[in-house]
């Protein structure tokens, strides 16, 4: 079974700064997908990031990027200029290569503070 | 595009009821949809996964007589809490993802409350 773990539950930087939030996972499996997710206080969950095992390449979207670290097992998310309406919860999550599991982490609150 | 909807938003009921709560693919097709419970500042926990026309898995120590799951077409799926009692007053989300790609889209989810 695949593990995620967010070892930090909460997080706060000011406005226009840069934070990064870790994440690490523990899998045997060789192919699989990692993803950040953000729920804010509307508690709808909000696709911010996508990474896929096989490539080495980081992804970034926007003022979001990953640093990925495949043989660390590590899937950091990594916030530029941060603003006010990244406040929210956000989630790491792992999905397995047959698609059928989603495992999330235990969740990082970020405070983003004017 | 990808957006997942659920209804209803919020729902109360008195214990012993039965109360549906419907997921909605709204513009592609979900070859898959997924049933997670939140509780109050935890991580989402995946209750089932359901392919459509068939019946769902569900994760162990989810009751599979409690919580009936129905995903009868590739946009719809409905979780169905059967004689509700207190303690299964939660946020219940929904995800769904298509043949095309492995992520999943998730709800606005649903909030229960059972008195």
């Known amino acids: 079974a695949q593990t995620v773990t967010q070892s930090q539950p909460e997080m706060s930087v000011q406005e226009a700064e840069t934070v990064t939030l870790s994440c690490t996972y523990d899998?045997?499996?060789?192919?699989?997908?990692l993803f950040w997710y953000k729920q804010p206080p509307s508690r709808q969950m909000i696709l911010v990031i996508r990474?896929?095992?096989?490539?080495?390449q980081n992804a970034t979207e926007n003022r979001f990027s990953v640093n990925f670290q495949k043989a660390a097992k590590s899937f950091s998310l990594k916030i530029s200029d941060s603003q006010l309406g990244d406040t929210a919860m956000y989630f790491c999550?792992?999905?397995?290569?047959?698609?059928?599991?989603?495992?999330f982490g235990g969740g990082t609150r970020l405070m983003v503070k004017p | 595009g990808a957006v997942v909807s659920q209804h209803p938003s919020r729902v109360i009921c008195k214990s012993g009821t039965s109360v549906k709560i419907e997921c909605r693919s709204l513009d592609f097709q979900a070859t898959t949809m997924f049933w997670y419970r939140q509780f109050p500042k935890k991580s989402l926990m995946l209750m089932a996964t359901s392919n459509e026309g068939s019946k769902a898995t569900y994760e162990q120590g989810v009751e599979k007589d409690k919580f009936l799951i129905n995903h009868a077409s590739l946009t719809l799926s409905t979780l169905t809490v059967t004689s509700a009692h207190p303690e299964d007053s939660s946020f219940y989300i929904c995800?769904?993802?298509?043949?095309?790609?492995?992520?999943?889209?998730f709800g606005p989810g649903t909030r229960l409350t059972v008195l």
């Open positions: 995800s769904a993802s298509g043949a095309s790609t492995d992520t999943q889209y």
């Open positions: 990474q896929e095992a096989y490539k080495q």
């Open positions: 899998t045997s499996e060789n192919n699989y997908y």
């Open positions: 999550a792992f999905l397995n290569n047959a698609g059928n599991m989603l495992t």
